[in-house]
């Protein structure tokens, strides 16, 4: 599935494929509790996230927390995360946007900021795994940037992806600025962490749908 000739789609997980926004809200929330800052809303949320993931906080306290402050509210977030994340499931259409662009001799792939331990079999248990040719999780410490992460997992493709004609379909803005540090382009979404007016910011396609992604992606795939 898929020759350095193919267009080939890397997906964001969290926020974009798995719709986990309830969740991630949640999680944050009662990160916040923890240094007794008040609970957000989704939209304030959208509005202010940010990574690395401190600078979010920082927004929000008025100044960087601690590192001790960090360590705390990250080991919440994802404790409450591991707990909330059973009530979500796939973005609409997702299932039918994957198997399509495989029959139509693609090839796509997953990188995303969730631990890979965790993401692994979360992706099997979906029962999505054929679709893909590689599926990388985070390894390494929580709440940085996708670039760096971007360029292992397009070295472990090489020779059968090209960067010029991938696209990294995400809904954050670290995923445009990931996918221009290797030469690829990027799509965003509005379905997931940021809102219209932040990921617009960036310069590159946004979309309210990732049906619009995947057509996006074919154009610019196709262009090179």
């Known amino acids: 599935m898929g020759t350095h000739t193919d267009a080939h789609i890397v997906w964001d997980w969290n926020g974009t494929l798995f719709h986990d926004v309830d969740a991630v809200i949640g999680a944050t929330n009662a ?17 202010l996230y940010c990574v690395p993931v401190p600078r979010f906080y920082e927004r929000l306290m008025g100044r960087m927390p601690s590192q001790a402050e960090w360590e705390v509210m990250d080991a919440v977030f994802h404790r409450h995360y591991t707990e909330h994340r059973v009530r979500c499931g796939l973005a609409d259409g997702v299932e039918d946007l994957l198997t399509g662009w495989v029959a139509a001799g693609r090839s796509q792939s997953i990188l995303s900021m969730y631990g890979h331990e965790e993401l692994v079999p979360l992706v099997e248990d979906f029962g999505i795994s054929s679709h893909f040719i590689r599926v990388d999780g985070r390894t390494g410490p929580s709440g940085g940037s996708k670039a760096e992460h971007l360029v292992r997992h397009l070295d472990a493709l090489r020779g059968t992806v090209d960067p010029r004609r991938t696209v990294v379909i995400g809904d954050a803005a670290d995923d445009a600025l990931a996918a221009h540090h290797v030469g690829a382009h990027a799509v965003l979404w509005t379905g997931g962490s940021h809102g219209r007016t932040s990921l617009e910011a960036v310069g590159v396609p946004v979309v309210d749908s990732l049906s619009e992604a995947v057509a996006q992606a074919e154009r610019l795939a196709v262009s090179g």
């Not at 509790?33 to 509005?47: F, V, W």
Request: aromatic share 12%.
């Open 31 to 47: 990160a916040f509790a923890e240094l007794g800052l008040a609970p957000i809303t989704l939209e304030r949320y959208r509005e």
